[in-house]
């Protein structure tokens, strides 16, 4: 079976290596670096930066926990900036490896398709090579949307991209949209001492997150120095002097801020206008491929998968589709269920989620109870001083069955497997009540939510 995958993120070149593993003689084409967005200029870079600012904050704190630090602390961004690429870099040649181990051909380029089962590719020298396939995953990715706001282009508005590699930190920056990049960016130079500034259209942050969560992270960041506008509206971006002034609207209160740097972070856009899926018969809605749960297109043989079909834009969510498509190809029949799909966002505490909120559960008219235990009352968070985080579990009042899990708190971005797992099996708080979790750790805070949920936490006074 030869197949052609298209673009070499977490989905392509997931799909690439499961495919091989199958039996599929397999053609990569990546016009860039393999590792896409995810590992060049997203999930990896980002979390470099932020382990540094973790650093950074826990050196500072030092004292707390009987460390006494002598002279200056201080940031030193290239140093920083070249552990980034390092960390990049090896990522990258690992997944070079394993792709060339797994026999995967790579070819530089821009494909598209000249026909449903040919696709052309132009390299970087202008040679246009044209590769024939039986089946073709599409893993194009996506791209910053960028509003039309008036002064987007001034020099100083920045993408999450252009962020990454700023050539030292900046004073101040204007952060547009309070969303996952804006609010992991804003945590990140809040941290090395730039004086940050949220501007967010909704009334509040983290759309996606249960409310009680993302207004206890509001509060934390508000109380780390970092001022968030929600009902907020940027109406201008203009030069004032050295700096960027941002204009906004409240209502009818106009509003203004100055910045070095504005980041305009107002969510991502599925990226096909360089594929010809016209010629492909290939449909679109809302600028994303349509996909079904096998992640087939309206056109036999051709599967896309990732941030290009619009679904959830996450990594996590990419690879897994990459493998559903995948093992499609080679002869199986699997589905993408996206119930289990975590959700993580790398602030401090972290926060991570899988399943319903309580907004959702409200929504479907679900009859659901809830359990929550701070995590002030657990060992292992008190150990490590981060005790401002809480757990939070919403299940079926008349079935006990886990719907929702909520994790504010350290590793939570780890911890979170747990309820992911929970949520396949379709268990039951007891199910959860009755497994045995290790002490001391942050992990059994979720046990002890879960016993909330029917007032039977034992290291916490149930209401
Ligand atoms: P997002 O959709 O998460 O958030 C965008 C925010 O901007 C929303 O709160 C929205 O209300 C606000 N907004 C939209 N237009 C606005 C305007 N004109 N003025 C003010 N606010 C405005 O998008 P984001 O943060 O850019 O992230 C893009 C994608 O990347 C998301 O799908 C996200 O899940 C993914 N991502 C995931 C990460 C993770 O899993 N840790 C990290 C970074 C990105």
Not at 276 to 287: H, I, Q
Not at 351 to 379: C, H, M, R, W
Request: aromatic share 4%.
């Amino acid at each position: 079976m030869k197949v052609v995958v298209l673009g070499g993120g977490p989905g392509g070149y997931v799909a690439a290596i499961r495919a091989a593993q199958l039996g599929g003689e397999v053609t990569l084409i990546e016009k860039s670096t393999i590792g896409g967005t995810c590992l060049n200029i997203g999930c990896i870079p980002t979390k470099v930066l932020l382990h540094s600012a973790e650093l950074f904050n826990e050196i500072k704190d030092s004292s707390k926990f009987g460390i006494e630090v002598s002279g200056d602390i201080k940031v030193n961004w290239s140093e920083l900036q070249s552990r980034k690429k390092i960390v990049v870099n090896t990522l990258v040649s690992g997944v070079r490896s394993l792709l060339a181990f797994n026999k995967v051909k790579i070819i530089n380029g821009v494909g598209n398709f000249e026909t449903k089962n040919l696709v052309s590719v132009t390299k970087e020298n202008g040679a246009v090579e044209n590769i024939e396939f039986d089946k073709v995953i599409i893993s194009t990715g996506s791209i910053p949307v960028i509003p039309p706001i008036e002064g987007k282009d001034l020099p100083g508005v920045i993408d999450s991209t252009d962020a990454l590699s700023l050539n030292n930190i900046p004073k101040s920056m204007v952060i547009i949209g309070g969303g996952v990049i804006g609010i992991e960016f804003a945590n990140a130079y809040n941290a090395f001492g730039c004086n940050v500034t949220i501007i967010e259209m909704l009334p509040f942050i983290l759309p996606p997150v249960d409310r009680e969560i993302s207004e206890i992270i509001k509060s934390k960041l508000n109380s780390e120095g970092i001022e968030i506008y929600n009902n907020c509206k940027v109406t201008k971006i203009e030069e004032s002097g050295k700096v960027l002034s941002v204009a906004f609207i409240n209502g009818d209160k106009q509003l203004k801020v100055d910045a070095e740097k504005v980041l305009v972070a107002v969510g991502r856009r599925a990226f096909i206008e360089e594929l010809n899926l016209e010629k492909a018969g290939v449909k679109t809605e809302k600028g994303c491929i349509i996909v079904n749960d096998r992640m087939e297109t309206s056109v036999d043989g051709i599967y896309a998968i990732g941030d290009c079909t619009g679904k959830n834009m996450l990594a996590h969510v990419a690879s897994e589709q990459g493998v559903v498509a995948a093992e499609n190809i080679m002869g199986k029949n699997v589905k993408m269920d996206y119930k289990t799909v975590p959700a993580c966002v790398y602030t401090k505490p972290e926060l991570a989620s899988v399943g319903l909120t309580e907004e959702q559960v409200k929504e479907k008219g679900i009859d659901y109870k809830v359990g929550k235990f701070p995590l002030i009352a657990n060992g292992k968070s008190l150990i490590m001083n981060e005790i401002s985080g809480i757990i939070k579990i919403i299940a079926d009042k008349k079935y006990d069955e886990v719907l929702g899990v909520h994790i504010l708190g350290p590793r939570a971005t780890d911890l979170i497997t747990e309820g992911a797992l929970a949520l396949r099996l379709e268990t039951t708080l007891q199910e959860i009540a009755t497994t045995v979790h290790a002490h001391p750790t942050v992990g059994e805070a979720i046990k002890e939510a879960v016993l909330a949920v029917n007032k039977e936490a034992i290291h916490m006074i149930n209401k």
